[in-house]
T-cell receptor
């Protein structure tokens, strides 16, 4: 158990809908990362937050957005969902987001868009 | 971004050592070398990381070439639980940006 929690574990929805994925980082960690893992693209970095502020952006679509709240939990919002958005979404956290730091991954949310 | 090259797959027998290679010929002087693994149906899990010197921890050892253009993850005695995809990653050096760029990794199979 990494100490990172993600909810829900599974999500099934329809095209065009909007969903919110939630991540609670390890106690004391200020940095949160979101990754997407699909069969054809592998694990891809989406976005990073540090203490409520966006720090880095990866291959995140404009239909996707994220935020980190004062209690440090983070939410990833996916809107206008398409079939291709079906994937595993992982959240990771570490204390300060430095490149030398280990990232601790949550168990993921499996999203299926029908 | 500095890229890594790993074999797609490797096989090992249980209780034998495993050497997982990684080439990173375009590594910069300040890139860290990280290894993560992903067991089936789980999130990635940290294994080990290093900068210049060889590193050991309870899970594995990391041997880094003198020119840092390659590294090898060593599992001293493979168990069935070590069957996973192993990713060799160079940290993206951007001040305090620590996002990981995953490649396709090496799928390790362990035979009993």
């Amino acid at each position: 158990d990494s100490g990172v929690t993600q909810t829900p574990k599974h999500l099934i929805t329809a095209t065009g809908q909007r969903v919110t994925l939630r991540c609670s980082p390890r106690s004391g960690d200020l940095s949160v990362y979101w990754y997407q893992q699909s069969l054809d693209q592998g694990l891809q970095f989406l976005i990073q937050y540090y203490n409520g502020e966006e720090r880095a952006k990866g291959n995140i679509l404009e239909r996707f957005s994220a935020q980190q709240f004062p209690d440090l939990h983070s939410e990833l919002n996916l809107s206008s969902l398409e079939l291709g958005d079906s994937a595993l979404y992982f959240c990771a956290s570490n204390p300060s987001g430095g490149e030398w730091e280990t990232q601790y991954f949550g168990p993921g949310t499996r999203l299926l868009v029908l | 971004d500095a890229k890594t090259t790993q074999p797609n797959s490797m096989e090992s027998n249980e209780e034998e050592p495993v050497h997982l290679p990684c080439n990173h010929s375009t590594i910069s002087g300040t890139d860290y070398i990280h290894w993560y693994r992903q067991l089936p149906s789980q999130g990635p899990e940290y294994v080990i990381h290093g900068l210049t010197s060889n590193v050991n921890n309870r899970m594995a050892s990391l041997a880094i070439a003198e020119d840092r253009k390659s590294s090898t993850l060593i599992l001293h005695r493979a168990t069935l639980r070590d069957a996973a995809v192993y990713y060799c990653i160079l940290s993206f050096y951007g001040g305090s940006q620590g996002n990981l760029i995953f490649g396709k990794g090496t799928k390790l199979s362990v035979k009993p």
